[in-house]
């Protein structure tokens, strides 16, 4: 099955630049989306299309891709970004599945 | 506004089955995907697949063919997940997500509260 590659842990200061990255065979043609899930929360898509901001999500939070790898990146960190965050994209077998990544776990302190 | 509201929690005994609802409104119920997601405790989330609303033919990741079945109904904008044969692995938090269009792309929009579901003798 397919496999999508986090790190485990991020770790910055209050107005540092995080990035999260998101490593997989598919990515290169297939977009990545990034969820952000709070404690107890269901999980919310901050960055969808690889690069693309919903509605209500702050400007600090970009997306980008390069080849097999996609990054999520929080400029200016702040407290409250802490959290999981997951990446997801489909795979590349022509059919409509994919897949999240296993997580990062992102501590602002 | 956009709402995905899942029902409450199941206590389930090993080789008992569970159905979880997913009831949305605030939008056109055959005009976007519904997803469904796993999380173990205190693990990551596991995409388990989607249906499709027009055709009603769902698609299931990998791990996830079997014992778990999608199922809707388009007359009360409500999707359904079915889980026969619970294991005690089954226990973890089911969620429903809105794709943004018809078909699946990753792109989940709008997500129900979860479903904690507990399997235990």
């Known amino acids: 099955s397919y496999e999508l590659t986090q790190p485990p842990s991020v770790s910055v200061s209050p107005g540092q630049t995080a990035r999260i990255t998101c490593s997989g065979d598919a990515l290169p043609k297939k977009y990545g989306y990034w969820y952000l899930q709070k404690s107890g929360q269901a999980p919310v898509m901050v960055i969808y299309?690889?690069?693309k901001r919903p509605s209500g999500i702050p400007e600090r939070f970009s997306g980008s891709k390069s080849g097999t790898m996609a990054t999520l990146t929080i400029s200016g960190a702040q407290v409250e970004d802490e959290g999981d965050y997951y990446c997801?994209?489909?795979?590349?077998?022509?059919?409509?599945?994919?897949?999240f990544g296993g997580g990062t776990k992102l501590t602002v302190l | 506004q956009v709402q995905l509201v899942q029902s409450g929690s199941e206590l389930k005994t090993p080789g008992a089955s569970v159905k979880i609802s997913c009831k949305t409104s605030g939008y056109t119920f055959t005009n976007h995907a519904l997803n469904w997601v796993r999380q173990a405790p205190g693990q990551g989330l596991e995409w388990m697949g989607w249906?499709?609303?027009?055709?009603?033919?769902?698609i299931y990741a990998q791990d996830f063919t079997g014992r778990f079945v999608f199922s809707l109904d388009i007359s009360v904008s409500t999707a359904y997940l079915e889980i026969s044969s619970l294991r005690t692995e089954d226990t973890a938090v089911y969620y429903c997500?809105?794709?943004?269009?018809?078909?699946?792309?990753?792109?989940?929009?709008?997500w129900g509260q979860g479903t904690l579901v507990t399997v235990s003798s």
């Open positions: 997801y994209s489909m795979d590349n077998s022509g059919y409509p599945v994919g897949a």
């Open positions: 249906i499709n609303i027009n055709t009603e033919n769902p």
């Open positions: 997500a809105r794709g943004m269009g018809l078909y699946n792309y990753g792109d989940f929009d709008s």
């Open positions: 299309e690889d690069r």
